[in-house]
């Protein structure tokens, strides 16, 4: 039994005596996934996914109560009610996510026979920036502004959608080294990170080749690529050794 959002649930674990499929409907196919603050889920045929989480009345509406909340007397009845009140629009907000997490991961585990993520650390990636009294944390508001942006668009609740879902599809879900995805030409392997223009935009920088792709879905079919090396080797140390070094821009050449 839990209380969420001023509600009671009671949760029933049931054997459902479903196995996994020996091998998915579409063997041989493979899809990189890159999430993103912009957009949640791009992947490397080139298809973005997101959604709000929360409408533009219940973001007013919270930041009202968040503001009635820092003037209320603690312990008192009208502080507790802000409190659910608050909680009410976070467990609406909180399901919309899971409801989208899943639904983008059913559909892509059902097209796809392996499907590729980013190991990233995410717990690390959104803690706090403030640092300590003597050293304070830099660049505090853009980093309390990002690990907002990690935590709504709900990075690891994703990861743990796609395993679940895997398991009634025979979808692998392969997980490889984030390192220089962004910055690498994925048609060429070109790595320095003038690669990547802005945001969205991403044009190689190697002569001769100047291939251009929206920045996410470069950096997507990049982990499509590590995906297949780490299926052919097993080794999740191959997707890492495969990586490039980034390219000096004064030199050219990868620095030792």
Not at 48 to 74: C, D, M, N, W
Not at 166 to 171: C, D, H, K, L, S
């Amino acid at each position: 039994m839990s209380r969420k959002g001023g509600r009671w649930f009671v949760s029933f674990l049931v054997d459902d005596h479903a196995a996994p499929p020996g091998q998915h409907a579409m063997p041989g196919t493979a899809v990189g996934i890159d999430r993103g603050v912009k957009n949640a889920v791009v992947t490397s045929d080139g298809d973005f996914h997101g959604r709000p989480f929360i409408t533009a009345g219940e973001r007013v509406r919270y930041r009202r109560l968040q503001q009635r909340l820092a003037r209320s007397k603690r312990g008192s009845a009208n502080r507790h009610k802000t409190i659910t009140a608050m909680g009410r629009i976070m467990s609406r907000v909180s399901d919309r996510r899971g409801d989208f997490c899943a639904q983008i991961a059913a559909r892509i585990v059902a097209r796809n026979a392996m499907v590729v993520l980013e190991d990233l650390r995410i717990k690390n990636m959104s803690a706090g920036a403030s640092g300590t009294v003597a050293e304070p944390g830099h660049n505090v508001r853009q980093k309390a502004g990002l690990n907002r942006a990690i935590l709504d668009k709900g990075w690891h609740r994703l990861e743990l959608a796609f395993t679940n879902a895997a398991r009634y599809t025979g979808t692998r879900v392969v997980k490889v080294n984030p390192a220089y995805t962004s910055q690498r030409c994925s048609a060429c392997g070109f790595v320095t990170e003038g690669n990547r223009e802005s945001q969205a935009v991403f044009r190689c920088k190697a002569a001769g080749c100047g291939h251009r792709d929206h920045a996410d879905v470069n950096a997507a079919k990049n982990i499509k690529a590590a995906g297949h090396a780490v299926s052919a080797c097993g080794d999740l140390g191959t997707s890492r050794s495969v990586k490039q070094e980034p390219v000096s821009r004064a030199t050219g050449r990868t620095p030792s």
